[in-house]
Structures are given as C-alpha cells and as structure tokens.
C-alpha cells in the first residue's frame, strides 16, 4: 500500500521559513513526478511546486523565488523549503506522486495518483 506523509507545518510569522518533508513508503518514487500542492480555507486546491525524475523543478508564479522543491531519493522524500512565508501562504500543503510513466503538464492535478493527509501552515502577519 502506497503512503505519503507530510510533515514540517506549523504556525510560523510573516517572513520566516519552514520545510515540509513527504516521506513515502510502498514503493520507490525515485523516476515519478512528485509535486506539492495547497488549499486555503474557502479556496480550491492549486498547484505550488514539482520536481521531475531529472530533478528539474517546476513553480507557481506566486512561490517562484520563495520556494524550492528537492528530493532524496535514497529516503524516498520529497521537501519543499518555504522561505519568506506570508499570510496568505496560510493552507493544507498535500503532498502528491505520480504512476510511473504518466507524463502531461505537471500542474495537473488528476495526473497524481497519489496524496497525503496534508500538513497545515500557518502564517501570521
């Protein structure tokens, strides 16, 4: 049975930093698109970072430059370290992974058949 589990949310100030780590078991994600996604209180869940199996990283424009996704494939997990948090960073982060093989634009949701619990992280102002 595949399992991802987030860790690393908390409540952090305007500013600051935190790294969530996805730790997966199961199966080996090593060659799988693993990505990170958010959704805040009221909103749909959006895209926010993903790496490939060449390590190429992909971003959304409101995390660009804040943000960086990274993997160790010899623990199977996948961090994104958030740097200069804001309120409205505020949100469930989930972690996901995909089916080996399944390729397409790496922002689309239904392409990851696998996901987290999700971690919360708060930001205050």
């Known amino acids: 049975q595949v399992q991802l589990v987030e860790s690393g949310g908390g409540l952090v100030q305007a500013g600051g930093s935190l790294r969530l780590s996805c730790a997966a078991s199961?199966?080996?994600?090593?060659?799988?698109?693993m990505g990170w996604f958010r959704q805040a209180p009221g909103k749909e869940r959006e895209f926010v970072a993903a790496?490939?199996?060449?390590?190429?990283?992909y971003y959304s424009d409101s995390v660009k430059g804040r943000f960086t996704i990274s993997r160790d494939n010899a623990k199977n997990t996948v961090y994104l370290q958030m740097n200069s948090l804001k309120p409205e960073d505020t949100a469930v982060y989930y972690c996901?992974?995909?089916?080996?093989?399944?390729?397409?634009?790496?922002?689309?949701?239904?392409?990851?058949?696998?996901w987290g619990q999700g971690t919360q992280v708060t930001v205050s102002s």
């Open positions: 996901a992974g995909r089916d080996s093989g399944t390729y397409g634009y790496y922002a689309r949701e239904n392409l990851y058949a696998y």
């Open positions: 199961g199966r080996t994600f090593s060659s799988n698109f």
């Open positions: 790496i490939d199996w060449n390590t190429n990283t």
